[in-house]
């Protein structure tokens, strides 16, 4: 992590940003440099406050087929469905795969990547799809 400074150069009006590896290194910078304006000083706690928070999808493995059979919001119940899907943090996340071999948790990131829609021809013909271009009923 780095520290960083908002420093302002009287004479220019100039704000320079600039981070350091070690709040000493930034405190000797403005010990050596007295003529600067010191505007803000930021520590790593407030820049891992503002770092986005990674979000987990929780797969049980205990299913068949090809889709992957995610947890619910609030460990109530399961879907194939990725848009209903519970999304938790690392903590919930690893307490919950921690209770079962069959629970495995992915980054909700790198799963959408991997997200498809799809039609199956079940689909069309569980619901009396109607093709334009031939004018038929799909077959039940």
């Known amino acids: 992590m780095t520290w960083k400074l908002s420093i302002e150069r009287p004479l220019s009006g100039a704000i320079n940003h600039i981070e350091f590896s070690t709040a000493e290194a930034a405190l000797l910078y ?12 930021e520590g790593p706690e407030a820049q891992e406050s503002r770092a ?6 929780i797969q049980c493995k205990e299913s068949s087929g090809d889709y992957v059979l995610w947890w619910k919001a609030d460990e109530k119940g399961y879907t194939f469905n990725l848009d209903a899907a519970g999304l938790y943090t690392a903590e919930e996340a690893g307490r919950i795969c921690n209770l079962r071999e069959i629970d495995v948790a992915w980054r909700e990131d790198e799963v959408r ?11 069309l ?3 009396g799809v109607i093709s334009v271009l031939e004018g038929t009923r799909a077959k039940r």
């Open 113 to 123: 990547k991997c997200a498809q829609s799809v039609v199956t021809l079940y689909d």
């Open 125 to 127: 013909r569980r619901f």
């Open 30 to 41: 403005l010990k050596d440099n007295t003529c600067l304006v010191l505007h803000e000083i």
């Open 52 to 57: 986005p928070k990674s979000r987990f999808l």
